[in-house]
């Protein structure tokens, strides 16, 4: 599987905003510091538009699943794979 593959279908902002709309619906609060270090990558150009929306999407899924016990196990699991395939690494115990 390509790394290409990993991140299809792309996100769109208005689906990503979407998303998130319905995420503060649900009770769910973003992590701050996590928001804050994307918006300084994007200040620094360092990561495009496209490249942001996949990273919070994958920090909006895994914060998810760390709240949810039973999906909290296999996210032990997918945390490296998820490492090697978008190159960004979380630790699973500063998760709040």
Known sequence: M????VHEPLIT?????????????????PDITS???????LELREVNHIEFCKIKCVLDE???????????????????????ATGLKVDFETLP
């Not at 902002?13 to 609060?29: E, H, R």
Request: proline share 4%; hydrophobic share 40%.
């Open 2 to 5: 390509t790394k290409d593959a």
């Open 13 to 29: 902002s208005k689906s990503s905003a979407k998303s998130q709309q319905n995420s503060f619906k649900d009770g769910w609060k």
């Open 35 to 41: 928001i804050l270090q994307l918006v300084k990558l």
């Open 62 to 84: 895994i914060l998810r699943m760390h709240k949810n016990p039973e999906l909290s196990e296999i996210l032990k699991l997918l945390m490296d794979p998820t490492w090697v």
